[in-house]
């Protein structure tokens, strides 16, 4: 069965140093998106990808954040400089269409920032 | 702006028992809904997906009800199994700006005692 697959599953990192998470979404799919959940809190969305750019971002997504599909499989979560806030467990998942279809999840990479 | 409430927080049942987990959505303006189970420290697997036309989709043990209108959603599980421990999470897809994005409740927490 198809899956979303997330590289690695956990990260260490020092404040102010840059991260990148990396993602296979599922091959036929044309959407792609970042969530996060904080320990202990809701998953919250940081932004949907398609056709080569960003369609939509929540306020959470600013500067420090950026997305990129470097080529025909990843999908790419970079954090500039990350903060000790920014660690969080955080999920790719991707969709065959937007409104009405089905999101699938990866495993998540749980980033811990020190 | 789009509030998801889960009740109850975490739920102990022994096994066997027919279970009902509720979601509250403040607006009724959405898409769909989905149904997703979280186990600790892992990735959210989709269980089922409701239109906002629909009124209720099956799969196997799980039945998932959609009452737009009252903006509830009920996932029933039927004879229970400790393997159904885990958190289980509803999030729904509003209507206009921000349809890309999944709106999370803050999730049930299921433990099934042998």
């Known amino acids: 069965e198809p899956e979303v697959t997330q590289t690695p599953s956990h990260q260490v990192t020092q404040m102010g140093q840059e991260v990148i998470l990396r993602c296979v979404p599922i091959?036929?799919?044309?959407?792609f998106y970042w969530y996060r959940q904080i320990l202990g809190q809701k998953v919250e969305f940081l932004v949907s990808?398609?056709?080569?750019?960003?369609?939509?971002k929540s306020e959470i997504f600013d500067d420090q954040f950026s997305v990129e599909r470097p080529d025909g499989s990843n999908f790419t979560l970079k954090i500039r400089s990350t903060k000790l806030e920014d660690s969080a467990m955080y999920f790719c998942?991707?969709?065959?269409?937007?409104?009405?279809?089905?999101?699938?999840f990866g495993q998540g990479t749980r980033l811990t920032v020190v | 702006k789009q509030e998801v409430t889960q009740i109850p927080a975490a739920l102990s049942v022994p096994e066997g028992e027919n279970l009902v987990l509720n979601c509250s959505f403040t607006?009724?303006?959405?898409?769909?809904l989905q149904w997703f189970r979280q186990d600790p420290g892992k990735g959210l697997t989709s269980l089922l997906l409701?239109?906002?036309?629909?009124r209720e989709q099956t799969s196997g043990r799980l039945n998932a009800s959609l009452d737009k209108s009252s903006g509830r959603s009920t996932l029933y599980i039927a004879a229970s199994q400790p393997g159904d421990s885990a958190t289980y999470l509803c999030?729904?897809?509003?209507?206009?700006?921000?349809?890309?994005?999944?709106?999370f409740g803050t999730g049930t927490r299921l433990l099934v005692s042998p």
């Open positions: 998942a991707s969709s065959s269409g937007t409104t009405g279809t089905e999101a699938f």
């Open positions: 091959s036929n799919h044309l959407y």
């Open positions: 990808f398609y056709n080569n750019e960003i369609s939509e």
């Open positions: 607006d009724s303006a959405i898409y769909n």
């Open positions: 409701i239109q906002s036309s629909q």
């Open positions: 999030a729904v897809r509003p209507r206009g700006t921000g349809f890309q994005k999944l709106v």
